[in-house]
């Protein structure tokens, strides 16, 4: 249709130029992450604050918000690397594969402890773990994980039983029908898990630690570089001022100290999946005992 006002035609070509590009630079700053399967997520507060850290820290203005539809970690990381992925970023421990498939962030936010476990157990087998101070003798339980787990494979590589499933609700279910022995979740999760589970009747193995070498990063969509970078940039801004170590003895400090983690018996495993890259050599990123 002709337009015989020039000056309302002019007028709607400003509003639409205008209105364009911004719409674009909306959709470029927001961050989309995953929705778990889990009832009462034991890391989504904490990981969207250090999110949230990592924006301030980098002075730019991304905006966090969540999938609507509920993934397993695998489906995430087969997302992630499409051409037009639904998330922009999820937070999983890093292995070889993931690494070269997605965008890492080297910056282990967990501090290393989502290789550190407790086992979850039954409460009516509270000391199960009474007596158990060698890997031969772990591997005479058996333990429950998600399929799609790194530590499935840990586990199994340190000579370990393993029974799995793909519902991570499934397994607290049975677990308390005792399908299987034992649950081993992270110091970052235990208690979490324990609590939004409560009608099951499980208890925190209060003997052993299960330890091995981890991290828990970021990764971002191969799409999303400059994100990436962004984040990659708060994060050891965080560091360095000493903001993320304050945000995670914030979430964290009181449930370390009530689990006791200098008085359980420790049994060390490998991990294989553990890659080259990994930062150890910054000793400031993880934690010890004593902290």
Partial sequence: MLCIVRPLCLLGFFVLVLILPGSASAESNLIRYPKHQAKSDPQLAYMLDVLKLAIDESHTRYQPVSATATMVQSREILD???????LDIIWVMTSPTREQELLPIRIP??????????????????????GIKTLAELAALTAGQMHDWPDTTILRSNGLNVLTTDQYEGLFNMLS???????????????????????????????????????????????????????????????????????????????????DVANRTVIDLKNPLLPASAPLQHKEYWFEVGE
């Fill in 80 to 86: 992630l690397q499409q051409p037009k992925p639904t």
């Fill in 109 to 130: 936010v967990d501090r290393g402890l989502i290789g550190w476990r407790i086992p979850l157990v039954s409460a009516r087998h509270i000391d199960l773990f009474k």
């Fill in 177 to 259: 029908i005792d399908r299987f022995d034992y649950f081993p979740r992270s110091l970052i999760e235990i208690s979490n898990e324990l609590e939004s589970h409560r009608a099951l009747q499980l208890a925190i193995d209060p003997h052993v630690l299960i330890r091995y070498p981890a991290a828990f990063y970021f990764f971002v969509s191969p799409q999303r570089p400059k994100l990436a970078a962004d984040l990659e940039n708060g994060l050891i801004a965080a560091e360095k001022d000493g903001k993320l170590k304050a945000l995670f003895e914030h979430h964290f400090a009181a449930t370390l100290k009530q689990l």
